[in-house]
């Protein structure tokens, strides 16, 4: 652990910034998609891509940017991720056809990965384990969490009153902002590893073998999920997959040293993230085009409807330390998915004719209060025990639990949603109008939602069975860097 300096606190506010537009630019086009959709005459998959785009090569190469930053210096990593974060922005909200949006939506993610894992690399060693951690931490996890709501309703608030491609030009004066505060107030670091080795097949492969997983989820309701292209997608997954296992118990060098999974938290608290995750994209995807094409709400309005999500995380994520405290980070662990739960189970009974304050707005509490817990609970768990050497790899696993989980998640609901309704349509017995168009959609993002509560059920019930309450005397892990299990 670095020696604290006496403006950490300003320090942590310059990495929760960063990590807050990190976080805002995987949810910010979401209320935008209609606009960019008219723009482009983008078809449902092609404005999915948009979103996938982002959160799967940020995803992706998350392993990549954390033992980027252990190798190579965590502040040096930080800055040419922000650097190259803002010029895709800027090039994103110049883009001229759907395509060329799409592959630089790729690019921006790519630079998160490098920015992210850092970031919260260096929040790891300027604290101290504990209480004083957990309350960083805290602070930490209540950005990642709140800022999908957050940028809902910036996204909004831009497209409405100025333009779609003002969700990426905000990025610019901000991330300029940034880099220049954190290029006088981070502390240095150069690599403790006595080697700079990158296992780039290891990365290629793992951010591969998602690509492709997503791809097949995506393409399988139009191909079928019985069509050779689909069986491709996913044949083409699990050699890249295994491929991936075998190069990092092999090599000497590799990207994830498998004896760090020897963590059992650690283990078990990306198991519980990556379906929290996966369930919490539903409800701002799904959501926000529920109260804009269902109940006919404005982008802005959309925006503001979902402000109560992050007040209630912060709230949560405030007092959740003080709880950890006093009763362990695995009884948070478990209740906390049960409120997302209930939110998503509330929200698959959303009627056509619905209304916001009976219909919307309770689940949007109890999203709050459960992402809260979990997203905070979870961060504090994954990265408790783990040697200042390995904080980057840790940092980059969880990050790559968050989006690969919600690149995943959204792909598997937006397809589950999108074969709900096209089967209502099959079976109307009256010609389809503009009514049952709205009505099949509704059906979709029930049996959307309904599926996200069960990913929400699912990480309670990991957390239950695997995450074990650490005992005090407990030392940070220590992986070698070639360690591999068996």
């Known amino acids: 652990m670095i020696e604290k300096a006496k403006n950490h606190w300003l320090i942590l506010v310059i990495l929760a910034a960063a990590q807050l537009m990190v976080v805002l630019d995987s949810s910010v086009v979401n209320v935008a998609l ?69 592959v630089l939506r790729a690019i921006q993610g790519f630079a998160a990965a490098l920015m992210s894992p850092a970031a919260l690399s260096i929040v790891l060693i300027t604290y101290r384990e504990g209480h004083e951690r957990n309350t960083a931490l805290s602070i930490w996890g209540s950005v990642a969490a709140g800022g999908a709501a957050i940028g809902v309703l910036l996204g909004g608030v831009l497209t409405q009153y100025l333009n779609w491609r003002w969700n990426f030009f905000i990025n610019i004066p901000i991330g300029i902002t940034i880099f220049f505060a954190a290029w006088r107030l981070l502390p240095a670091h150069e690599s403790e590893e006595t080697h700079t080795s990158l296992d780039l097949p290891g990365a290629i492969s793992v951010t591969g073998a998602a690509l492709l997983l997503v791809s097949g989820i995506v393409e399988a309701p139009t191909n079928g999920w019985g069509s050779f292209s689909t069986i491709a997608y996913f044949v083409g997954a699990a050699i890249l997959l295994i491929f991936f296992i075998i190069n990092e118990s092999r090599t000497k060098r590799p990207l994830i040293p498998l004896g760090i999974f020897r963590n059992r938290n650690l283990t078990g608290a990306n198991l519980v993230v990556f379906p929290v995750v996966a369930s919490m994209f539903s409800t701002f995807f799904f959501g926000s085009l529920y109260l804009q094409e269902v109940l006919h709400f404005d982008p802005v309005k959309t925006g503001i409807s979902f402000l109560v999500t992050p007040i209630m995380i912060a709230l949560t994520a405030t007092n959740v330390p003080r709880i950890i405290k006093r009763v362990g980070f695995k009884p948070v662990l478990v209740v906390g998915p049960l409120f997302i739960f209930a939110a998503l189970q509330y929200l698959s009974h959303a009627p056509v004719d619905g209304n916001y304050f009976t219909n919307v707005l309770p689940a949007l509490i109890l999203l709050g209060i459960g992402g809260g817990a979990s997203f905070v609970t979870g961060t504090i768990t994954a990265t408790t025990g783990v040697a200042p050497q390995l904080s980057g790899l840790a940092s980059g696993l969880l990050n790559t639990a968050q989006q690969v989980g919600g690149s995943l998640g959204l792909a598997i609901l937006t397809g589950v949603a999108t074969s709900k309704a096209a089967d209502y349509i099959k079976h109307l017995k009256t010609v389809p109008n503009e009514l049952t168009a709205i009505a099949a959609q509704v059906q979709g ?22 995450i074990k309450a650490p005992k005090k005397s407990a030392t940070p892990m220590n992986v070698p860097a070639g360690a591999h299990l068996g």
């Open 34 to 102: 209609p606009a960019v959709q008219h723009s482009f005459g983008l078809t449902a998959s092609g404005l999915q891509w948009i979103v996938t785009a982002y959160t799967l090569t940020f995803g992706g190469f998350l392993l990549f940017g954390g033992r980027a930053a252990d190798l190579f210096g965590r502040k040096k990593m930080f800055l040419i991720g922000i650097t190259l974060f803002v010029i895709a922005s800027l090039i994103d909200g110049l883009s001229a056809n759907g395509t060329m949006l799409i």
């Open 445 to 466: 993002m029930h049996a959307g939602f309904f599926v996200g509560s069960c990913f929400a059920l699912g990480a309670s019930i990991i957390a239950l069975l695997v």
